[in-house]
């Protein structure tokens, strides 16, 4: 059942391809939301040259909710998933509706724009989850702004892939780029090194003993736990002993976390490669969850399986971006065999610049934002779009050509 909401939302209802009989049910399950529903049935895959018209409630409508049958054609279904996104930017949500799992066809559809999947035969209740999704996300636009900041969660496939590093600089970036006021965590249960990048003591207090004095928290005794890094960057450390700390409450970190996100317009948190009940509770408050890997065989193995993990996990598949650090060294895997060995798109890549990053954790001091490193230069072009910017970082291609081994898969 759909949760009822008593704000009226103009919803509009756009199938493609589909049957008869499943649009009935698709508009009915909308309905059922007590949504102001417009629907609108095409039976031909629609694109650029092969425009229908659209009625001026499907226009006016707030939000659209569009699916498309990839059976018939997966080519035309992708042109008219990518359509529909340029042509209701912002507002529509486009479901590919297949009766194959390929993950190959799978993959063209997220790339096409498509962000939820329906199985044949048709089932409403697997509908009716995402219907109840976007009520919570509609509800929550709709309601009065108040201030509320982002989560951005770093988790690495695996040790030594940079996401310490990219972590340290994002939140930097956010700070000496776009004025963020921002909070780095290094959420690690021990021996972190966000403060050893950063170079500065965070030996004193550190998150832990945040989370544990939950109950009574409030912005004045924050201050006192928080380092301070000259550019205005805050950070709560990890412990810098080894052995000493009890492991952590996994509700009183999301409460903490939760918290914080009221106090600061962006909350960076760099996790430890562990997928435990706390980096779980992380996960789940998270607005966008960063899984970083380089392009090695060990690295894309172990992603393919926190992939595996995370898309069994309500709402994870949604904040979930995969990032390569080291496209460009010089024995990397193709991205696009990473992309087929882990069955997802690869959202960000950045370029091998691990002997000037290295020379930057030495030192204490995050690369400039005023150098003109190809690093600088697709980093800047992240931290823009995490802020709302329409930049796009120019791809790197890896020019070396290598295998798909069957242990990633």
Same mark, same amino acid.
């Given at each position: 059942?759909?949760?009822?909401?008593?704000?009226?939302?103009?919803?509009?209802?756009?199938?493609?391809?589909? $049957?008869?009989?499943?649009?009935?049910?698709?508009?009915?399950?909308?309905?059922?939301?007590?949504?102001?529903? !417009?629907? $609108?049935?095409?039976?031909?895959?629609?694109?650029?040259?092969?425009?229908?018209?659209?009625?001026?409630?499907?226009?006016?409508?707030?939000?659209?909710?569009?699916?498309?049958?990839?059976?018939?054609?997966?080519?035309?279904? +992708?042109?008219?998933?990518?359509?529909?996104?340029?042509?209701?930017?912002?507002?529509?949500?486009?479901?590919?509706?297949?009766?194959?799992?390929?993950?190959?066809?799978?993959?063209?559809?997220?790339?096409?724009?498509?962000?939820?999947?329906?199985?044949?035969?048709?089932?409403?209740?697997?509908?009716?989850?995402?219907?109840?999704?976007?009520?919570?996300?509609?509800?929550?636009?709709?309601?009065?702004?108040?201030?509320?900041?982002? %989560?951005?969660?770093?988790?690495?496939?695996?040790?030594?892939?940079? &996401?310490?590093?990219?972590?340290?600089?994002?939140?930097?970036?956010?700070?000496?780029?776009?004025?963020?006021? &921002?909070?780095? %965590?290094?959420?690690?249960?021990?021996?972190?090194?966000?403060?050893?990048?950063?170079?500065?003591?965070? $030996?004193?207090?550190?998150?832990?003993?945040?989370?544990?004095?939950?109950?009574?928290?409030? *912005?004045?005794?924050?201050?006192?736990?928080?380092?301070?890094?000259?550019?205005?960057?805050?950070?709560?450390?990890?412990?810098?002993?080894?052995?000493?700390?009890?492991?952590?409450?996994?509700?009183?970190?999301?409460? !903490?976390?939760?918290?914080?996100?009221?106090?600061?317009?962006?909350? %960076?948190?760099?996790?430890?490669?562990?997928?435990?009940?706390?980096?779980?509770?992380?996960?789940?408050?998270?607005?966008?969850?960063?899984?970083?890997?380089?392009?090695?065989?060990?690295?894309?193995?172990?992603? /393919?399986?926190?992939?595996?993990?995370?898309?069994?996990?309500?709402?994870? &598949?949604?904040?979930?971006?995969? +990032?390569?650090?080291?496209?460009?060294?010089?024995?990397?895997?193709?991205?696009?065999?990473?992309?087929? /060995?882990?069955?997802?798109?690869?959202?960000?890549?950045?370029?091998?610049?691990?002997?000037?990053?290295?020379? *930057?954790?030495?030192?204490?001091?995050? %690369?400039?934002?005023?150098?003109?490193?190809?690093?600088?230069?697709?980093?800047?072009?992240?931290?823009?779009?995490?802020?709302?910017? !329409?930049?796009?970082?120019?791809?790197?291609?890896?020019?070396?050509?290598?295998?798909?081994?069957?242990?990633?898969?």
């Amino acid at each position: 059942m759909v949760n009822k909401n008593s704000a009226t939302f103009d919803v509009a209802v756009i199938t493609v391809c589909v $049957s008869p009989e499943t649009t009935e049910e698709i508009v009915q399950a909308v309905e059922s939301a007590r949504w102001a529903v !417009t629907a $609108s049935n095409f039976e031909a895959y629609i694109s650029a040259v092969r425009r229908p018209y659209f009625g001026p409630q499907i226009n006016a409508a707030k939000s659209c909710i569009a699916v498309v049958d990839f059976d018939l054609d997966p080519d035309q279904a +992708v042109e008219t998933a990518k359509y529909l996104q340029g042509l209701f930017p912002g507002k529509v949500t486009v479901m590919a509706l297949a009766e194959s799992r390929d993950p190959d066809l799978l993959l063209r559809a997220m790339r096409g724009g498509c962000t939820e999947f329906l199985h044949k035969p048709f089932h409403r209740d697997a509908l009716n989850d995402t219907l109840n999704r976007l009520d919570r996300q509609w509800s929550a636009a709709a309601a009065p702004a108040h201030a509320r900041g982002s %989560i951005l969660t770093f988790l690495g496939s695996k040790g030594g892939v940079g &996401t310490t590093t990219l972590a340290v600089h994002m939140a930097m970036y956010l700070v000496q780029s776009h004025k963020k006021r &921002t909070l780095l %965590i290094d959420h690690h249960p021990e021996l972190g090194h966000a403060c050893v990048y950063l170079g500065i003591d965070g $030996s004193k207090y550190h998150y832990q003993e945040v989370v544990r004095n939950v109950n009574r928290l409030d *912005s004045e005794l924050l201050k006192g736990y928080i380092a301070k890094h000259p550019s205005g960057l805050e950070v709560l450390s990890s412990p810098d002993i080894c052995g000493a700390m009890k492991p952590l409450d996994a509700g009183g970190v999301a409460t !903490t976390l939760e918290f914080l996100r009221g106090e600061y317009d962006y909350v %960076i948190v760099d996790c430890p490669t562990s997928m435990d009940d706390t980096t779980l509770a992380v996960i789940d408050v998270s607005t966008s969850v960063y899984l970083v890997a380089t392009p090695d065989v060990g690295a894309i193995r172990d992603l /393919a399986r926190y992939v595996d993990h995370l898309t069994q996990i309500d709402g994870a &598949t949604q904040k979930m971006q995969v +990032v390569v650090n080291r496209v460009s060294s010089r024995y990397a895997v193709n991205v696009e065999h990473i992309e087929k /060995a882990i069955r997802v798109p690869v959202a960000i890549q950045l370029p091998n610049s691990y002997a000037e990053l290295v020379r *930057s954790a030495n030192l204490g001091e995050p %690369i400039s934002l005023k150098g003109k490193s190809e690093f600088t230069t697709q980093f800047m072009n992240w931290a823009n779009t995490v802020v709302g910017s !329409t930049a796009k970082a120019p791809e790197v291609q890896a020019k070396t050509k290598s295998k798909i081994f069957a242990m990633w898969m």
